[in-house]
């Protein structure tokens, strides 16, 4: 079995195909995705609020970047590995963007990086894809830039929604292989995905984008709290788990376990 590549996700496109995308942050969970048969897994920068316990993904480094990515490349065998760029980490320009890609590339193994920001983020975007390595682009609620923008929807209004789309032209341009789209008007990503020849991938961005991308823990039911509107919940992973601890904490009070089965003589 060979990895899916970025190729693969442009063909799909051309005939029309919509495909999953789900974040991964370990090589177990990484594992059971790649055997359920999800083509893409992003090691998302959403680590820091899933994974690492902080209010927003700001604090994220390249540290944490490259040990989780490597994690969920060794997880998976069938998959398209994409790996956040975090904050930080290719705002000071080009050069900064190629060492850190390049960084995700050969230490951890992704087969793509993924970055925030269309224009603004144009330079960097080029020079990665002339180095070869694949480029997503991240649009609309670009979650790195939470102390300008907040947690709203992007892109409503003509002046924005025209904004977003030139946004998306201009990663196309640059050589982007996806865009995603988060938190925009329905109306406005189904416009970006009929000007584009590369994918969109919406999260809260209406039914008319190529993909779809969710947060697994959101997605399972994992999630500690509130989820957002867009999110649907395929599992109670938290009850489930819950359950299981609670179960284990009274058998162990209770003498119940371990039994004679578990016990060595
Ligand atoms: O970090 C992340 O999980 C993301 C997705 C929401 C697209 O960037
Ligand atoms: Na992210």
Same mark, same amino acid.
């Given at each position: 079995?060979?990895?899916?590549t970025?190729?693969?996700?442009?063909?799909a =496109?051309?005939?029309?195909?919509? %495909?999953?995308?789900?974040?991964?942050?370990?090589?177990?969970t990484?594992?059971?995705?790649?055997?359920a048969?999800i083509?893409?897994?992003?090691?998302?920068?959403?680590? @820091?609020?899933?994974?690492?316990?902080? +209010?927003?993904?700001?604090?994220?480094?390249?540290?944490?970047?490259?040990?989780?990515?490597?994690?969920v490349?060794?997880?998976?065998r069938?998959?398209?590995?994409? @790996?956040d760029? *975090?904050?930080?980490?290719?705002?000071?320009?080009?050069?900064?963007?190629?060492?850190?890609?390049?960084?995700?590339? =050969?230490?951890? @193994?992704?087969?793509?990086?993924?970055?925030? @920001?269309?224009?603004r983020?144009?330079?960097?975007t080029?020079?990665?894809?002339?180095?070869?390595?694949?480029?997503?682009?991240?649009l609309?609620?670009t *979650?790195?830039?939470?102390?300008?923008?907040?947690?709203?929807?992007?892109?409503?209004? +003509?002046?924005a929604?025209?904004?977003?789309?030139?946004?998306?032209?201009?990663?196309?341009?640059?050589g982007?292989?996806a865009?995603?789209?988060?938190?925009?008007?329905?109306?406005?990503?189904?416009?970006?995905?009929?000007?584009?020849?590369?994918p969109?991938?919406?999260?809260?961005?209406?039914?008319d984008?190529d993909?779809?991308?969710l947060? %697994?823990? +959101?997605?399972?039911?994992?999630?500690?709290? =509130?989820?957002?509107?867009?999110? =649907?919940?395929?599992?109670?992973l938290?009850?489930?788990?819950?359950?299981?601890?609670?179960?284990?904490a009274?058998?162990?009070?209770?003498?119940?376990?371990?039994?004679?089965?578990?016990?060595?003589h």
């Amino acid at each position: 079995t060979r990895r899916i590549t970025v190729r693969d996700l442009l063909a799909a =496109k051309e005939r029309g195909e919509k %495909w999953p995308m789900l974040t991964a942050y370990d090589a177990m969970t990484a594992s059971v995705f790649d055997e359920a048969g999800i083509p893409v897994l992003l090691v998302g920068d959403s680590m @820091g609020n899933v994974h690492l316990g902080y +209010d927003t993904t700001v604090p994220v480094t390249m540290d944490h970047m490259a040990m989780l990515a490597a994690a969920v490349v060794r997880g998976t065998r069938r998959v398209l590995v994409v @790996g956040d760029l *975090p904050f930080g980490s290719y705002q000071e320009g080009p050069v900064q963007a190629l060492r850190s890609a390049t960084r995700l590339v =050969k230490e951890a @193994g992704v087969g793509a990086v993924k970055l925030e @920001g269309g224009e603004r983020s144009l330079a960097q975007t080029e020079t990665l894809v002339q180095a070869g390595i694949p480029v997503m682009s991240h649009l609309g609620l670009t *979650p790195q830039s939470v102390h300008t923008l907040g947690y709203r929807v992007q892109g409503r209004g +003509d002046e924005a929604a025209h904004r977003l789309v030139r946004d998306a032209k201009a990663a196309e341009q640059a050589g982007a292989f996806a865009v995603v789209l988060e938190l925009v008007p329905a109306e406005v990503a189904a416009e970006v995905t009929r000007s584009l020849h590369i994918p969109t991938i919406g999260i809260g961005a209406g039914p008319d984008t190529d993909a779809q991308v969710l947060v %697994w823990t +959101d997605m399972a039911g994992l999630t500690n709290g =509130k989820v957002p509107r867009f999110t =649907k919940q395929y599992a109670d992973l938290r009850a489930t788990l819950t359950t299981a601890a609670q179960s284990f904490a009274s058998d162990v009070l209770s003498g119940t376990f371990p039994a004679e089965e578990h016990t060595f003589h």
